[in-house]
């Protein structure tokens, strides 16, 4: 298993322009999570999804979108990217939701000049 | 507002010491809470979780101790060493009510040393 890959590794935007991060997963895993992490901030949830169809905002979804047409797939798209955008990105999944592991993927670093 | 606080922000110890990572919620909802341990350039992995019907965990030599009435809980690294220098990130969820949306702390660098 590959467990929880993203694409790319690192990515540098000017401002306004728009790019999907790619996140996949082939543990079969129901839940999935998108989250960034800022220097002295720990982890904000930005979106999650609960299954293929179905998704909701977490803690900090402005200027971010989600969808997920498969289990394995969790792409995050960014708009119009600002400078407060830049961050490291990491998905995550699990295979049941509450009191369950989060599997991590290896994120990607982002920055938007 | 930060649900979950998250202390010291940085720790050194020596190779054999003790390090002790203290967190506190404010949500009574809050019903799991796991340890998250991450190395530079890599995404954070599970260390050890607790649930509120338990007042310590252990596993290996790490340690969790939760207070329920206090709102805080506590992770413990004995006998460190200098493969143990991460960055620990405690962590809270409600169990019920869907997506294990985890709030976490601030994260606490510990470096070890020999």
């Known amino acids: 298993n590959a467990g929880v890959t993203q694409t790319p590794k690192f990515r540098i935007l000017k401002i306004g322009q728009s790019m999907t991060l790619q996140c996949a997963q082939d543990?079969?895993?129901?839940?999935m999570y998108w989250y960034r992490q800022d220097p002295g901030m720990g982890l904000k949830l930005i979106y999650y999804?609960?299954?293929?169809?179905?998704?909701d905002k977490g803690e900090v979804p402005n200027g971010y979108n989600v969808s997920r047409s498969t289990t394995e797939d969790f792409p995050l798209r960014l708009e119009l990217a600002a400078p407060s955008q830049t961050s490291v990105y990491f998905c995550?999944?699990?295979?049941?939701?509450?009191?369950?592991?989060?599997?991590f993927g290896p994120g990607t670093r982002l920055t938007v000049l | 507002q930060q649900q979950v606080k998250q202390s010291p922000q940085s720790l050194i110890v020596q190779k054999g010491g003790i390090p002790i990572i203290n967190c506190a919620y404010e949500?009574?909802?809050?019903?799991?809470f796991p340890w998250y341990q991450q190395f530079p350039g890599k995404g954070p992995a599970l260390l050890i979780a607790?649930?509120?019907?338990?007042s310590e965990k252990k596993e290996g030599r790490f340690t969790i101790s939760f207070n329920k009435s206090a709102k805080q809980f506590s992770l413990h690294i004995m006998d460190s060493q200098p493969g143990d220098s991460a960055t620990y990130f405690c962590?809270?969820?409600?169990?019920?009510?869907?997506?294990?949306?985890?709030?976490f702390g601030t994260g606490t660098q510990l470096k070890v040393e020999l």
């Open positions: 999804s609960v299954g293929a169809g179905i998704t």
């Open positions: 995550a999944s699990g295979l049941r939701g509450g009191g369950d592991e989060q599997f």
């Open positions: 962590a809270a969820s409600p169990i019920t009510g869907g997506g294990n949306k985890l709030t």
């Open positions: 949500n009574t909802a809050f019903d799991y």
């Open positions: 543990m079969n895993h129901n839940y």
């Open positions: 607790i649930r509120p019907d338990v």
